[in-house]
């Protein structure tokens, strides 16, 4: 069975600081895509980074960067010089590519940013 | 404006009346999905589809029924909706074979049902 965890129900994290949620997945898979997704209290689902399993490098966007420890199967989202709109919801992802779209998600993060 | 589109945003209803909820991309996306999302729960896949009649069952697809007549509409329909079905719902869309397209959603179905 496919499964995401994130462990930490709830983070904060002081504005300007860097920030780390947590996630493992656990897949027999040779081929699957990693996702992380924001949840603002308005309710959409933003996609925010994606992590290929034969990517080598981290992905990187803006803000953002995934630390991908394959062999871990931990795949971490990293915030840095946090803001106040970063307060949200944050869900990790996982998608079987030899499955077309079955995506998995895990219970989710809040992030609260501290002024 | 790329987007996916879910009417309607919040439904009350009571137990036992069929109600549909739609769904539609503009994007010309294959792959489809709806998904409900309950606190603790994180989100769960009901039911996906690939492309037009062709639509597969998810991790919890008991209580639901969807079709795909057509490429870009993908309705979600509960024939006798239980207060257990009271949830966020998302649909999603994605398009092209590579697993680095992320999934496009909706702006989420609040439903409950008394």
């Known amino acids: 069975a496919q499964k995401i965890t994130q462990t930490q129900p709830g983070m904060f994290v002081q504005e300007k600081e860097a920030v780390t949620l947590d996630c493992t997945y656990d897949?027999?898979?040779?081929?699957?895509?990693l996702f992380w997704y924001k949840q603002p209290s308005s309710g959409e689902m933003i996609f925010l980074i994606y992590?290929?399993?034969?990517?080598?490098q981290n992905a990187t966007e803006g803000r953002y960067s995934l630390n991908f420890q394959k062999a871990r199967k931990s795949a971490n989202l990293v915030i840095s010089a946090s803001q106040l709109g970063d307060s949200a919801m944050y869900f990790c992802?996982?998608?079987?590519?030899?499955?077309?779209?079955?995506?998995?998600f895990g219970t989710g993060t809040s992030l609260t940013v501290i002024p | 404006e790329a987007q996916v589109t879910q009417n309607p945003r919040y439904l009350i209803t009571v137990t036992g009346k069929k109600l549909t909820v739609t769904c539609s991309q503009n994007?010309?996306?294959?792959?489809m999905s709806w998904y409900r999302q309950d606190p603790g729960l994180g989100l769960r896949q009901i039911y996906y589809?690939?492309?037009?009649?062709?639509?597969d069952k998810g991790d919890v697809p008991e209580g639901y029924k969807v079709s795909r007549k057509e490429k870009r509409n993908f309705p979600l329909i509960l024939e006798s909706p239980s207060p257990n079905q009271t949830s966020l719902y998302f649909c999603?869309?994605?398009?092209?074979?590579?697993?680095?397209?992320?999934?496009?959603f909706g702006q989420g179905t609040r439903l409950t049902v008394v």
């Open positions: 897949t027999s898979d040779q081929s699957y895509g």
């Open positions: 994007m010309n996306h294959e792959y």
């Open positions: 992590q290929g399993s034969y990517d080598e």
């Open positions: 589809s690939m492309n037009v009649e062709v639509t």
């Open positions: 999603a869309s994605r398009g092209g074979l590579l697993g680095n397209t992320e999934a496009f």
């Open positions: 992802a996982m998608r079987r590519t030899n499955t077309g779209n079955q995506f998995y």
